[in-house]
């Protein structure tokens, strides 16, 4: 390094004497000390950034089932490891409706959402579209404090915002969304996370947003929540989580969202991760309330669900992934509230029951290093009171599933390449039905 030092400080007092000869002599001795001077300056400071990058690798990561690890990449602000991550993604799909149009910029021409697909005869229509939307963005922190280990994480995206959407025709700008906000001291975690009542490992990997929506329970919300292992692979989360209903009036399927809950929901999860596999047993108690008009009900809500995944092969590279949730007056849990919550009947002034019945079933295979196929199947059943009139639920959702199969290739680390074709189905009580045919590519670098 010194001899470097030297190398430069003489190249740059060369330099200076061609240029002028008689000041170069005289002022020799002080360049050199002042750029000898810099030199060491820059010295500790590399030296300073190598102990900052070796502190960082060296925070232990973060093996909460909630929040993604505090990765040995990070960086150190004061105590605390802060990590940015997320990906960037692009979604093209063609998709065909049977019976009807879709609005553009709506949900159900993002993703697959099965309660858009227009039933009942209408004209059919192809649509092309291409979004990037799901890029998603996160920013985790880990730290201890207090001999209390404390983490944060902060998750949002451009597809969920409910705000202004910006126009195809010119910018396709999106509003920035949050998708999760929590802290976590020790075994509690304090904010918005995925419902406790949804085993998130289980989802399928697909092009599409979701994967298999009519099947699967999907909630994010704010909530506060206890975790405790058990040992042997086994811990129990127990959770209070934020109440809301979208119930539907007798005769007119449009949901409302009522906003008169009284009482949180009650959700638990008792969780297996081990060398085969992994099992999830998760439970919801809830109360669905409505003010309507004056007219006070309320019913009582429960689920019951079970999911997992098997590996396939040692590697954990192929698998089998499932799910299987049966409730009633749960709705708003399972498939994005496919099926309303409960019916109010303005007749009686009370509240009927739905109940429901949903499944998926994904199977993975890696066919080669960097290449694999992917099968999913999804489906949802809604059973309704059965002293509601038939004539007045026509319009309501009975039944929807649908079928997908892709294939991915990761060409070089990080990077993605997917292609997809689904078939979904919508039907109706009263019997009118309508069917969704999509093609759609997606590309995705995560970082």
């Given at each position: 390094?010194?001899?470097?030092?030297?190398?430069?400080?003489?190249?740059?007092?060369?330099?200076?004497?061609?240029?002028?000869?008689?000041?170069?002599?005289?002022?020799?001795?002080?360049?050199?000390?002042?750029?000898?001077?810099?030199?060491?300056?820059?010295?500790?400071?590399?030296?300073?950034?190598?102990?900052?990058?070796?502190?960082?690798?060296?925070?232990?990561?973060?093996?909460?089932?909630?929040?993604?690890?505090?990765?040995?990449?990070?960086?150190?602000?004061?105590?605390?490891?802060?990590?940015?991550?997320?990906?960037?993604?692009?979604?093209?799909?063609?998709?065909?409706?049977?019976?009807?149009?879709?609005?553009?910029?709506?949900?159900?021409?993002?993703?697959?959402?099965?309660?858009?697909?227009?039933?009942?005869?209408?004209?059919?229509?192809?649509?092309?579209?291409?979004?990037?939307?799901?890029?998603?963005?996160?920013?985790?922190?880990?730290?201890?404090?207090?001999?209390?280990?404390?983490?944060?994480?902060?998750?949002?995206?451009?597809?969920?915002?409910?705000?202004?959407?910006?126009?195809?025709?010119?910018?396709?700008?999106?509003?920035?969304?949050?998708?999760?906000?929590?802290?976590?001291?020790?075994?509690?975690?304090?904010?918005?996370?995925?419902?406790?009542?949804?085993?998130?490992?289980?989802?399928?990997?697909?092009?599409?947003?979701?994967?298999?929506?009519?099947?699967?329970?999907?909630?994010?919300?704010?909530?506060?929540?206890?975790?405790?292992?058990?040992?042997?692979?086994?811990?129990?989360?127990?959770?209070?989580?934020?109440?809301?209903?979208?119930?539907?009036?007798?005769?007119?399927?449009?949901?409302?969202?009522?906003?008169?809950?009284?009482?949180?929901?009650?959700?638990?999860?008792?969780?297996?991760?081990?060398?085969?596999?992994?099992?999830?047993?998760?439970?919801?108690?809830?109360?669905?309330?409505?003010?309507?008009?004056?007219?006070?009900?309320?019913?009582?809500?429960?689920?019951?669900?079970?999911?997992?995944?098997?590996?396939?092969?040692?590697?954990?590279?192929?698998?089998?992934?499932?799910?299987?949730?049966?409730?009633?007056?749960?709705?708003?849990?399972?498939?994005?509230?496919?099926?309303?919550?409960?019916?109010?009947?303005?007749?009686?002034?009370?509240?009927?029951?739905?109940?429901?019945?949903?499944?998926?079933?994904?199977?993975?295979?890696?066919?080669?290093?960097?290449?694999?196929?992917?099968?999913?199947?999804?489906?949802?059943?809604?059973?309704?009171?059965?002293?509601?009139?038939?004539?007045?639920?026509?319009?309501?959702?009975?039944?929807?599933?649908?079928?997908?199969?892709?294939?991915?290739?990761?060409?070089?680390?990080?990077?993605?390449?997917?292609f997809e074709y689904r078939h979904g189905v919508r039907e109706l009580v009263g019997g009118a039905k309508g069917q969704l045919d999509r093609f759609e590519f997606a590309a995705k670098y995560s970082f």
């Amino acid at each position: 390094m010194h001899r470097q030092k030297k190398t430069l400080s003489g190249l740059l007092l060369a330099a200076t004497a061609l240029a002028s000869p008689g000041v170069a002599q005289a002022q020799s001795t002080t360049r050199e000390a002042e750029l000898e001077a810099r030199l060491a300056r820059l010295e500790a400071e590399m030296q300073q950034l190598r102990g900052d990058l070796a502190s960082a690798r060296s925070t232990p990561t973060d093996t909460s089932t909630s929040t993604p690890a505090a990765p040995a990449d990070g960086f150190r602000s004061g105590a605390t490891t802060i990590k940015l991550g997320g990906f960037i993604k692009l979604v093209a799909s063609n998709s065909r409706f049977s019976d009807g149009e879709v609005a553009t910029n709506s949900l159900g021409r993002d993703f697959h959402l099965p309660q858009s697909i227009p039933t009942g005869g209408g004209s059919a229509s192809r649509v092309q579209d291409f979004s990037a939307k799901q890029s998603r963005f996160w920013l985790n922190l880990s730290s201890d404090v207090a001999g209390h280990a404390v983490k944060a994480y902060v998750e949002t995206d451009f597809q969920t915002s409910p705000g202004t959407q910006g126009s195809q025709r010119t910018t396709n700008g999106y509003n920035l969304a949050l998708r999760r906000a929590f802290v976590q001291v020790d075994r509690f975690t304090f904010g918005q996370d995925w419902t406790t009542f949804q085993y998130v490992g289980a989802l399928p990997e697909s092009t599409d947003f979701v994967g298999a929506t009519e099947g699967t329970v999907f909630v994010r919300q704010p909530l506060v929540r206890y975790s405790a292992p058990l040992g042997g692979g086994l811990t129990l989360h127990a959770a209070v989580e934020n109440a809301e209903s979208g119930t539907a009036t007798l005769g007119v399927p449009a949901l409302v969202e009522n906003g008169d809950d009284a009482m949180p929901d009650f959700t638990a999860r008792l969780a297996y991760s081990g060398t085969v596999g992994e099992l999830s047993l998760a439970a919801l108690a809830r109360e669905v309330r409505v003010d309507n008009g004056g007219a006070k009900a309320h019913n009582f809500g429960w689920g019951a669900s079970a999911a997992g995944k098997i590996f396939l092969t040692a590697d954990k590279s192929s698998d089998v992934r499932f799910m299987a949730t049966y409730g009633r007056n749960a709705g708003r849990y399972v498939g994005l509230n496919f099926a309303p919550d409960s019916i109010f009947v303005p007749a009686t002034g009370a509240l009927a029951d739905v109940r429901l019945f949903a499944a998926f079933a994904a199977v993975r295979l890696a066919v080669a290093p960097q290449l694999r196929l992917n099968v999913i199947g999804s489906y949802q059943d809604v059973d309704y009171d059965d002293a509601l009139p038939a004539a007045s639920l026509t319009a309501f959702n009975r039944k929807a599933w649908s079928a997908a199969a892709n294939l991915f290739w990761s060409p070089v680390k990080n990077i993605d390449l997917g292609f997809e074709y689904r078939h979904g189905v919508r039907e109706l009580v009263g019997g009118a039905k309508g069917q969704l045919d999509r093609f759609e590519f997606a590309a995705k670098y995560s970082f």
